[in-house]
């Protein structure tokens, strides 16, 4: 079975930055699209960002321009650059392909002051 390891997430001050990472036990070149979703308490889990093979990106309205999601299928990682963060964005943030498999255990992003 897939499993999708996460790591990053911290405590941040408003407009302050985090960059999260990805790595999985499969091959992500088989992953034609990759995402980070995010799931808030008593919010229904969101897709906010999702990359292609093919380099095909696209993002949730609520981060564009203030997140950067990028693959590297040599190192079988997925990043999430993350700017200008707003307490909204506080959540716990989970990778995973698209359609998503069996969900790893996420990393927190707090935002807070």
Known sequence: QVQFVESGG???QPGGS??????TS?????????????????IQREL???I?????????DSVKGRFTISR?????????????LKPEDTAVYYCNKSPPLP???GTQVTVST
């Open 10 to 12: 911290d405590l941040v």
């Open 26 to 42: 499969g091959n992500i070149r088989n992953f034609i699209a990759m995402g980070w979703y995010r799931q808030a308490p008593g």
């Open 48 to 50: 906010v960002a999702v």
């Open 18 to 23: 985090l960059r999260l990472s990805c790595t």
């Open 72 to 84: 590297d299928n040599g190192k079988n990682t997925v990043s999430l650059q993350m700017n200008s």
């Open 103 to 105: 969900w790893g255990q």
């Open 52 to 60: 292609t093979t093919g380099g095909v990106i696209n993002y949730a």
